[in-house]
């Protein structure tokens, strides 16, 4: 069965330091892969997601993530923190197997140190 | 606006009463879905809609009940609540099952005494 991880419950980064938020999937099929962001109090929100065209995938806000087949993993990158990127970041694997349902990640809440 | 809206944001109730959470979608998307939220344990889906009258059960199913009887509503029934049901509820929509972005609402905040 398909299962995501979510390396890390709280990451805390400084202003200004790089994001690296860590998600590694099972699948023994080609995955789709997303990361949906929640601001508080808030609905999520697509972030970006690779669907088997250039493994490196640009999202809103400076985020960006790669797709490793090899590490079977999804890291969401971006290069200098803001404030305002404060939230819980949902990593997410689509499949075949899974009946084309989102498994969810359990999520990681970014705070930002300023 | 394109927006999914949730109704009641907020609900406190005791156990074995009735409720209905609304969800509505002005996007005309066939697909829609509820979530529920808990700490450590990320969403998990309850339901699913393919379509007008067209349901299906998620992985926690159980103690809820839904209808799609239009495109726009997906209401979430709980016959009788439990205090195991206290969560945060999601509703979503999308063009498609999942490939395409999925849009969420605002989230209704349960308590179950």
């Known amino acids: 069965a398909q299962s995501v991880t979510q390396l890390g419950s709280h990451v805390s980064v400084s202003e200004g330091a790089l994001v690296l938020l860590r998600c590694n999937y099972s699948?023994?099929?080609?995955?789709?892969l997303f990361w949906y962001v929640q601001y508080p109090n808030q609905g999520l929100q697509l972030l970006l997601k690779?669907?088997?065209?250039a493994t490196l995938v640009k999202g809103i806000n400076g985020f960006e993530a790669e797709f490793k087949k090899s590490e079977t993993s999804f890291h969401l990158t971006k290069p200098s923190a803001h404030m305002s990127d404060a939230a819980e970041y949902f990593c997410a694997v689509l499949t075949v197997d899974s009946n084309y349902q989102l498994i969810w990640g359990a999520g990681t809440k970014l705070i930002i140190k300023p | 606006e394109a927006q999914v809206t949730q109704n009641p944001r907020y609900l406190i109730t005791v156990t074995g009463k009735k409720l209905t959470v609304t969800c509505s979608q002005n996007?005309?998307?066939?697909?829609m879905s509820w979530y529920r939220q808990d700490p450590g344990l990320g969403l998990r889906q309850i339901y699913y809609?393919?379509?007008?009258?067209?349901?299906d059960k998620g992985d926690v199913p159980e103690g809820y009940k839904v209808s799609r009887k239009e495109k726009r509503n997906f209401p979430l029934i709980l016959e009788s609540p439990s205090p195991n049901q206290t969560s945060l509820y999601f509703c979503?929509?999308?063009?498609?099952?999942?490939?395409?972005?999925?849009?969420f609402g605002p989230g209704t905040r349960l308590t179950v005494l």
């Open positions: 979503a929509s999308g063009r498609d099952r999942a490939y395409n972005e999925q849009f």
């Open positions: 699948s023994s099929v080609p995955p789709y």
């Open positions: 996007m005309n998307h066939e697909y």
């Open positions: 809609s393919m379509n007008v009258e067209v349901t």
């Open positions: 690779y669907t088997s065209a």
